[in-house]
């Protein structure tokens, strides 16, 4: 039972930076790794980021590779990902997610989701 509360989206324009936050509750000891997904309407969701609790192992979807950053700071239970260059395509609500599972590239390893958080990217 993990609690998952993202915060930082908003309204920017194309090439600034945001920084979206992700609070999560006790028991990160059951946290095998977390992750960033993102869903625009009427697409389907999308892999954007994860990475492994303790060993710190990323990966990246291809689409943000380069451009966004993601990363954790265990001491205060929060996951980060950090934006540069936005695009209009990176327009979406983007939640932030834990497994337990040795896989955690799909949405389908994950055993816990946050609200989601608006990222709004205007030209």
């Known amino acids: 039972q993990v609690q998952l509360v993202e915060s930082g989206g908003g309204l920017v324009q194309a090439g600034e930076s945001l920084r979206l936050s992700c609070a999560v509750s006790?028991?990160?000891?059951?946290?095998?790794?977390m992750g960033w997904f993102r869903q625009a309407p009427g697409k389907e969701r999308e892999f954007v980021a994860s990475?492994?609790?303790?060993?710190?192992?990323?990966y990246y979807a291809d689409s943000v590779k380069g451009r966004f950053t993601i990363s954790r700071d265990n001491t205060k239970n929060t996951l980060y990902l950090q934006m540069n260059s936005l695009k209009l395509e990176d327009t979406a609500v983007y939640h932030c997610?834990?497994?337990?599972?040795?896989?955690?590239?799909?949405?389908?390893?994950?055993?816990?989701w946050g609200q989601g958080t608006q990222v709004t990217v205007s030209s």
């Open positions: 990475i492994t609790w303790i060993g710190g192992t990323i």
């Open positions: 997610a834990a497994t337990r599972s040795y896989r955690f590239t799909s949405s389908r390893d994950y055993d816990s």
């Open positions: 006790a028991r990160t000891f059951s946290i095998y790794a």
